[in-house]
């Protein structure tokens, strides 16, 4: 067994009674569990462990989200179990489990360093296997939030889903985990987007869809270690409100409360409305994509759908975001107008979710405006 020196302050962490943790890492070799010890008064107590994670030769990500901090618990400490063999374990991180939100609850509290989940207010971008020339981990520093475009289908006209870093961006598997990996380290949120304009067949209209989609991209988190799962589904018919909501239970059921589930739909997508409303507090955040259409008023659009989010399909303010794309044509608005919807939305709703922009490449190549005059409009 290995854990974390409970003597030295800075190895252990301090808890509030009735909260839980996620603890992170990365593993390669035999079959670890985590740990987890608590301090009550002046005595060490073990908490509980994980189940055993898979034997792997080359380095997988683990996480495990530890039961309720008993009453009168001062410090938690995390450490690795290993029955027999040899593992290297690296990176481990502990972060508090984000609360679910209370019916009468109008914003969570304000994220700290050590707390699962989205950093809010979101300011998000899209990272595209085909953008070249545009590391994960070396995008600008304003972005909380990284998008992993696309996971696809496999072209078999199932749910099953596949994904390479590599589709004309030049940068390999191994390659690519390293980028999650640092990102991460950055105190950034990396996601894997599902879909896109070109879903290759990708289709979830059952539940046998359903299983299929999980249990494929399960194996893509785990190979890269995202922190969640974004819905990108675009295709009318391919899905439905049920097959999205039976999909994310799936997957907060497997990964545990802290497990990030966002969606990027049309804002008019009436299947993913009807989502939002019926998976609750497990959509961590909604920004409609309002871009890709013309639009008199992209402000007033903002503005109406996020009102219709709220009144009509109860979706929190502090869950709803929007999602830009700079320029100057007719589908596109230039960047002032989104910093304008930045500060409107947060005149109107004080606790509003945040925005996210497409793509990377795109940006970087017109010097990163969203960077850098939308992110600080955030307050």
């Known amino acids: 067994m290995l854990i974390s020196n409970r003597k030295v302050a800075s190895c252990t962490l301090t808890v509030d009674s009735g909260s839980r943790y996620v603890v992170r890492g990365w593993y390669r070799g035999s079959s670890p569990r985590l740990a987890a010890f608590v301090r009550i008064g002046n005595r060490w107590k073990a908490l509980g462990t994980s189940r055993a994670f898979p034997r792997h030769t080359t380095y997988r990500s683990m996480s495990w989200t ?8 001062r410090a938690l400490a995390v450490g690795v179990v290993l029955r027999r063999g040899a593992v290297v374990v690296d990176d481990i991180t502990v972060r508090r489990v984000k609360p679910s939100a209370g019916s009468t609850t109008v914003a969570p509290p304000p994220p ?34 990284l998008y992993a475009a696309f996971a696809y289908g496999d072209g078999s006209g199932t749910g099953r889903a596949v994904f390479r870093p590599d589709d004309g961006s030049g940068v390999s598997a191994a390659e690519f985990a390293r980028q999650v990996r640092v990102a991460q380290t950055q105190g950034r949120r990396v996601v894997l987007s599902i879909g896109g304009a070109n879903p290759v067949g990708l289709r979830m209209e059952t539940q046998a869809h359903v299983d299929q989609l999980v249990s494929s991209v399960s194996s893509i988190v785990d190979t890269y270690g995202f922190d969640g799962i974004d819905w990108d589904l675009e295709q009318a018919g391919t899905f439905s409100a049920d097959t999205l909501t039976a999909a994310t239970r799936a997957f ?24 939002a409303r019926r998976v609750g507090d497990d959509l961590d955040l909604i920004t409609p994509q309002y871009y890709g259409y013309v639009s008199a008023d992209r402000v007033a659009d903002i503005r109406w759908r996020t009102f219709e989010l709220i009144e009509t399909y109860g979706v929190a303010p502090y869950r709803i975001g929007f999602g830009a794309k700079v320029g100057n044509d007719a589908l596109t608005s230039p960047v002032g107008v989104w910093r304008d919807a ?8 004080p606790d509003f979710g945040g925005a996210m922009v497409w793509d990377a490449t795109a940006e970087r190549l017109a010097g990163n405006p969203f960077a850098t005059t939308v992110s600080p409009a955030f307050h």
């Open 66 to 73: 530890t039961p309720r901090m008993p009453a009168r618990a």
């Open 112 to 145: 700290s360093s050590t707390e699962a989940g989205l950093i809010r207010p979101v300011r998000g971008i899209y990272w595209t296997n085909w953008g070249r020339d545009t590391p994960l981990d070396s995008l600008p520093s304003e972005y909380n939030l």
């Open 252 to 275: 907060t059921d497997r990964y545990g409360p802290e497990f990030i589930v966002t969606a990027a739909p049309s804002p008019s997508s009436a299947p993913y409305k009807e989502f």
């Open 342 to 349: 930045v500060i409107a939305m947060q005149h109107r709703y």
